[in-house]
C-alpha cells in the first residue's frame, strides 16, 4: 500500500502499476487554479499553522507543508480540510486535547500492510467528523464563520464611500457597490453573480483588476501581449466571465459559506433535487424555452428537428439522414461526425477535400461550387476519439441526434437481429412445382 498526497487531503490506497489511457478535454487552463483559498477556508493572514504534535509551525498559505508533515513524521491524516471554516483554530484546539488524552482516543486507526509481516506494518490515524466532538468544533467554526461574512457583507451595503471606475471603460461610480457590478453586466456582458451574493467586494474587484492589468483572460487565464489584443480575445471567444474552475473566487460567494461539509455545487444540487421531488407544486403553466439547432453551414436555427434537418437539405443539399441511413451510422458516429464538419468549417477548412482557405466564407463557397457538400472523406477521418468532445459546448445540433426513426424504424432495428434460415435450394426445380404461392395463384386464377 502506498501514501498518496492529493492536495489538501491525504489518502491511503492502493496504487495500480499500469497508466490509464483516458480522453483529455480539448484544453486546460494555462495556470492551474488556486486551492489555498477553497470554499469555507480563510483567506491567508498573520495566524500561523501548528502541528498538533510538536513545535513545527507555518503560515497559513504554505497548509500543505503542514498537511505533508503531520502525515510523514505523525502518521496523522486530517479529513476534508478544505471544508474547515478557520483552520487555525481547529489545529488549536486539537493540539490542547491531546495534551489531555492519547490520540487513539479520538482518531481512527488504519493499519498498512496488515497482511505482511509485522515489522512492516504501521498505524496511521485519522481524525474526521464521525467522531461526535470534531463534527460540534467543525459547525461551530463553520457558524461563526457564516456570522463574520454575513456581518461584513452589511457592512459593505452599508458603506457609501465605495468609490470606483469601471474595468471596462472610464465610467465612474460611488456610494453603492451593486451598481458598478449591474453596470459591467448591462453595459458590457460581464457579470461575476447577483450582488447580494458577493462579499469582500472589493478585494474581488482588486483581484480581477490585477489580472487584467498583467493582461491576462479572466476565462481561459492566458496572457496577452497586450490590451487590445487581450480585448479582442475576450470579445471574441466570449470570455467576459471569469473561471468558475478557480476556487481563488470561492471565498468572495456567500453561497459558499452556508452549510458545513458541503459545496456550493451540493447545495444547489439539493434544491433542485426537493423541486423534483415536490409532487404538489403545479407546473402546468410552464413553458419551455425552446433550444434552437444551428445550421452546419450557416447562422439559420431551428427550434425542432424536422425544421432543422429541412433546412440544411433544402438551402445548402445535405442530408444527415440519407448520411445516417448510407453508412448505417450509430449514434455516437452521428455525434463524431457533427462535431468533424464543426471544426473543418470553424477553421475554414473543407471537410472534404480538407483542403485549407482564408476565411469561413470562401471554404463554404469552395463545398458549394465543387460538389463536396455530401462527399465524405474516408470514415478513419473523422471517427475519431477526439471528435466526442463538441467543437460549440453549447451545440443544440447534437441533441436531436438519434440511434433510430422512430415508430416503424424500431421495428425494423429490432427485426435486423432476428436470423433468417434460408430455405433448402438445392433442387430448385421442384421447390418451384411445390410452391405454396405458386397453389394459392392457381386458386386465385380459377375463382375469378
Not at 472610464?170 to 453596470?183: A, I, K, P, Q, Y
Not at 456567500?254 to 456550493?264: A, C, F, H, M
Not at 415536490?278 to 419551455?288: G, N, V
Not at 432543422?308 to 461526425?337: C, P, R, S, W
Amino acid at each position: 500500500m502506498e501514501i498518496l498526497w492529493l492536495g489538501d487531503r491525504a489518502q491511503m490506497h492502493t496504487v495500480s502499476k499500469s497508466k490509464d489511457s483516458i480522453l483529455e478535454p480539448l484544453s486546460f487552463p494555462d495556470q492551474p487554479a488556486d486551492t489555498s483559498s477553497a470554499p469555507g477556508v480563510q483567506c491567508p493572514g498573520s495566524e500561523p499553522l501548528v502541528c498538533l504534535f510538536c513545535s513545527e509551525s507555518v503560515p497559513l498559505p504554505q497548509k500543505d507543508v503542514l498537511l505533508r508533515h503531520l502525515l510523514m513524521e505523525h502518521k496523522l491524516v486530517i479529513a476534508d480540510v478544505k471544508l474547515i471554516a478557520d483552520f487555525p483554530k481547529y489545529l488549536l484546539y486539537w493540539k490542547g486535547r491531546f495534551l489531555e488524552q492519547p490520540v487513539t482516543d479520538f482518531c481512527s486507526v488504519i493499519k498498512t500492510n496488515s497482511t505482511g509481516p509485522v515489522e512492516k506494518q504501521e498505524d496511521y490515524f485519522l481524525l474526521c467528523d464521525v467522531l461526535p466532538e470534531d463534527r460540534v468544533l467543525r459547525e461551530k467554526l463553520q457558524q461563526k464563520r457564516l456570522e463574520e461574512v454575513l456581518e461584513q457583507q452589511q457592512k459593505e451595503r452599508d458603506d457609501c464611500s465605495f468609490h470606483r471606475l469601471c474595468m471596462f471603460c472610464s465610467e465612474e461610480f460611488t456610494g453603492n457597490r451593486s451598481s458598478l457590478l449591474n453596470h459591467m453586466a448591462r453595459e458590457h456582458s460581464f457579470s461575476i453573480g447577483l450582488p447580494d451574493n458577493i462579499v469582500y467586494c472589493s478585494e474581488f474587484l482588486d483581484t480581477l483588476q490585477d489580472k487584467l492589468d498583467s493582461l491576462q483572460c479572466l476565462y481561459c487565464e492566458k496572457t496577452f501581449r497586450d490590451k487590445t489584443t487581450l480585448k479582442d480575445h475576450m470579445r471574441k471567444k466570449a470570455h467576459r466571465r471569469i473561471n468558475a474552475k478557480n476556487h481563488e473566487y470561492d471565498r468572495f460567494y456567500v453561497i459558499n459559506y452556508l452549510e458545513l461539509g458541503k459545496t456550493w455545487e451540493e447545495v444547489q444540487s439539493e434544491d433542485d433535487r426537493e423541486l423534483a421531488d415536490d409532487e404538489d407544486d403545479d407546473w402546468s403553466d410552464w413553458q419551455a424555452h425552446p433550444v434552437s439547432a444551428v445550421c452546419l453551414f450557416c447562422d439559420h436555427q431551428s427550434e425542432t428537428l424536422e425544421q432543422i434537418y429541412a433546412h440544411m437539405k433544402e438551402a445548402h443539399g445535405f442530408d444527415l439522414h440519407h448520411l445516417k441511413t448510407e453508412l448505417n451510422l450509430k449514434f455516437y458516429q452521428q455525434v463524431k461526425l457533427v462535431n468533424f464538419i464543426r471544426r473543418q468549417i470553424h477553421q475554414s477548412r473543407c471537410y472534404s477535400c480538407m483542403r485549407t482557405f482564408d476565411c469561413r466564407a470562401d471554404a463554404l463557397r469552395h463545398i458549394t461550387t465543387e460538389g463536396h457538400v455530401m462527399k465524405l472523406p474516408e470514415m478513419s477521418a473523422w471517427d475519431q476519439p477526439q471528435y466526442y468532445f463538441p467543437t460549440y459546448e453549447n451545440d443544440a445540433l447534437l441533441c436531436t441526434l438519434s440511434d433510430s426513426e422512430e415508430g416503424d424504424g424500431d421495428e425494423e432495428h429490432r427485426g435486423e437481429e432476428i436470423p433468417v434460415i434460408a430455405e433448402d435450394i438445392s433442387n430448385l426445380r421442384a421447390l418451384k412445382q411445390s410452391s405454396v404461392l405458386k397453389q394459392l395463384l392457381k386458386e386465385r386464377g380459377g375463382s375469378s
